[in-house]
């Protein structure tokens, strides 16, 4: 992902984000993840969009 480790800690802790719990390990699927990714991308730009 091109993040820090505690940085990506921080972001399987945020509520929404798409994670999968196998006893300590924290497993991201990638799919979710890009879901994730774009919808928070529309957000930001309709913020950014209603400022204008």
């Given at each position: 992902?091109g ?5 990506a ?6 509520l929404?984000?798409p994670?999968?719990r ?11 993840y890009?879901?994730?990714f ?6 930001e730009?309709?913020?950014?969009w209603?400022?204008?």
């Amino acid at each position: 992902m091109g993040i820090s480790l505690p940085k990506a800690y921080e972001l399987v802790k945020t509520l929404g984000f798409p994670t999968i719990r196998i006893g300590a390990r924290i497993l991201i699927p990638i799919e979710a993840y890009k879901e994730c990714f774009r919808q928070s991308l529309r957000i930001e730009m309709h913020r950014k969009w209603r400022k204008l």
